[in-house]
């Protein structure tokens, strides 16, 4: 069996990476916390923070994996603007120590990124768009994308966005959060003006499993298939899940003010993922309908 190490295996996307790969992969899993959340499956856990460079030298070296799935991060956009320092650290930081370890033994790292490395002027954008992010959330991703390219290992980036799922203590999404203040009949107000491909985080971690083995060494927009805007996003899980939309109001990002500038007009274009990973990637109402058959195991 090959070794797998999976950092921020503890997040959403590093639990969904642990359910796809744990049977047939060797898997150390690595997050900032004491103990994982996942305790059902077998793999190892260690706590470790990625931004102490002798301690991942250490523990990459002692596993010796082959591959790296990079799904911890700093992913909090407005705290990034108050913690610029630690947001550079864990998102930069972290990869360049990544990589002065795999290149030392040929550890292949896969890594997530993010649309927020583009301004949204001209979504859906394709891999070879030219990127310009507006916040220091997207600053610090796009260096660490550039860290990669600038290296010698090899490396698959992932971009993705509005990402979405279940899991255990996972902190809220998008998705999560609505469906549990339409429950609770609290009145949201939803922004009509930001576009981006919803994506479900199972869709994303079957991309990162299929790069590994098909081999794919590039840089992929692993999302959704379709472009919405989150008001009507909103409506639609509502609809999906039987709640109450008459709670959704309308608003604009210039209204909501947010700390963090975001991307209004984003979203991906992913014939490239589908085609050369040969995977099928949900549009919102598919990838809500999946969401809901797992989301009551997870409450
Ligand atoms: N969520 C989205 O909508 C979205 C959109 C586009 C791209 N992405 C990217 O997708 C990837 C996965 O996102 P996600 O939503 O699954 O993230 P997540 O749930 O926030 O998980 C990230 C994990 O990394 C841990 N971590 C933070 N700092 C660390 C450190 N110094 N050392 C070790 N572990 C550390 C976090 O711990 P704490 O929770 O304690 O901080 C958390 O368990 C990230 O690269 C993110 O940038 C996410």
């Known amino acids: 069996m090959e070794n797998m190490i999976i950092t921020g295996v503890n997040g959403?996307?590093?639990?969904?990476v642990l359910e796809e790969a744990a049977s047939n992969f060797s898997v150390l899993g690595i997050d900032i916390h004491d103990y994982p959340f996942n305790t059902k499956l077998k793999f190892q856990y260690e706590r470790l923070d990625l931004t102490d460079r002798r301690l991942v030298k250490d523990t990459v070296l002692k596993f010796y994996p082959q591959y790296i799935v990079n799904a911890a991060a700093f992913t909090n956009v407005d705290e990034c603007e108050n913690q610029k320092e630690l947001c550079w650290k864990v998102n930069v930081e972290a990869v360049e120590n990544l990589i002065y370890v795999a290149r030392k033994i040929g550890t292949?790292?896969?890594h997530i990124s993010t649309d927020y490395i583009f301004d949204g002027s001209a979504g859906p954008y394709v891999e070879t768009d030219v990127s310009a992010p507006l916040g220091f959330y997207g600053k610090s991703k796009l260096a660490s994308e550039n860290v990669l390219l600038a290296s010698d290992v090899e490396y698959a980036i992932l971009r993705t966005m509005v990402l979405y799922g279940a899991g255990i203590n996972v902190r809220p999404n998008f998705v999560t959060w609505l469906i549990q203040?339409?429950?609770?009949?609290?009145q949201v107000t939803i922004v009509t003006d930001q576009f981006g491909n919803p994506t479900l985080a199972d869709d994303l971690a079957a991309a990162v499993l299929q790069s590994i083995k098909l081999n794919k060494w590039d840089i992929f927009h692993v999302s959704g298939s379709e472009v919405i805007d989150r008001y009507n996003f909103a409506l639609k899980i509502a609809e999906v899940f039987g709640l109450e939309s008459e709670l959704i109001k309308a608003t604009?990002?210039?209204q909501l003010n947010q700390?963090?500038?975001?991307p209004l007009k984003s979203g991906f274009i992913v014939e490239k993922a589908e085609s050369e990973l040969g995977?099928?990637?949900s549009n919102a109402e598919e990838g809500l309908k999946k969401f809901k058959r797992q989301?009551?195991?997870?409450?």
């Open 252 to 254: 604009t990002s210039a």
């Open 295 to 299: 989301y009551k195991k997870y409450r």
């Open 279 to 281: 995977i099928h990637l």
């Open 12 to 16: 959403l996307l590093g639990q969904k």
């Open 259 to 262: 700390q963090a500038l975001r």
């Open 181 to 186: 203040a339409l429950k609770n009949k609290q």
């Open 108 to 110: 292949k790292i896969i």
